[in-house]
């Protein structure tokens, strides 16, 4: 089935600790996206890719970093995990920066202790 | 100042009634795309229905209408005939060009409950 799998949909980490979220799509869609959801405050863009190879800051980056190596892919790494890391977090994509929906994942809710 | 702005943290209506969702926006780009995301407790993001900023006519699917009044900035989402799967958070976003980003901003979204 196309669209977009992240991994893993749920984990408990402690604090320090390093994690990478996955997000890999199969439908050939140049910009991805990466949003936290937390009560009340909505999606905020962590960061984005317009195209593989290029990435950009989102509106709450500190704290992650990101690579686009190919077309598909778009890891989020939390380098030393903090507990206002607790969230659920969404990758998406679409077809161009400007064109077309975004599509999303089913979400990976992750817990910092 | 946010971008998207959605006044109403949750909206009640009677099955079978028609619901307006409220959504205003901000941007001094020309060129901008307004969205409509349902969110049911399930948790996955669907996509309901996507306006132009060129666009003439509103965007219509199914029961779902978006009342876009450009002048204002607004981009109302109309619900016809509620139904009981209906219930669910709805987010309006934008996507515009800044600087050539083309970020996609999410509002706070609004919380539905269709009663019966």
């Known amino acids: 089935i196309a669209g977009i799998t992240q991994a893993p949909t749920s984990q408990i980490l402690a604090a320090g600790r390093r994690m990478t979220l996955r997000c890999t799509q199969d439908?050939?869609?140049?910009?991805m996206y990466w949003y936290r959801q937390d009560l009340g405050l909505g999606l905020r863009l962590i960061h984005y890719?317009?195209?593989?190879?290029?990435?950009g800051k989102g509106e709450v980056p500190d704290g992650y970093s990101v690579s686009r190596a190919n077309t598909d892919d778009f890891p989020l790494t939390l380098a030393s995990a903090v507990p206002s890391q607790t969230s659920v977090y969404f990758c998406?994509?679409?077809?161009?920066?400007?064109?077309?929906?975004?599509?999303f994942g089913e979400g990976s809710r992750l817990t910092v202790l | 100042a946010q971008k998207i702005t959605q006044t109403q943290p949750g909206m009640f209506v009677q099955e079978k009634e028609a619901v307006t969702l409220d959504c205003t926006y901000d941007?001094?780009?020309?060129?901008?795309?307004l969205f409509w995301y349902k969110q049911p407790s399930s948790g996955e993001m669907i996509f309901l229905i996507y306006?132009?900023?060129?666009?003439?006519q509103n965007a219509t699917e199914g029961r779902y209408s978006l009342n876009f009044q450009k002048a204002r900035k607004s981009a109302n989402l109309v619900i016809s005939a509620s139904q009981l799967g209906d219930s669910a958070m709805y987010f309006c976003?934008?996507?515009?060009?800044?600087?050539?980003?083309?970020?996609?901003?999410f509002g706070r979204g609004t919380s539905l409950i269709v009663h019966p």
């Open positions: 998406a994509s679409s077809q161009g920066p400007l064109t077309g929906e975004l599509f």
């Open positions: 439908m050939r869609h140049n910009a």
């Open positions: 890719s317009n195209t593989a190879g290029t990435t």
């Open positions: 941007t001094s780009d020309p060129s901008y795309g």
């Open positions: 306006q132009g900023s060129y666009d003439q």
């Open positions: 976003a934008m996507r515009e060009g800044v600087g050539g980003s083309y970020i996609p901003t």
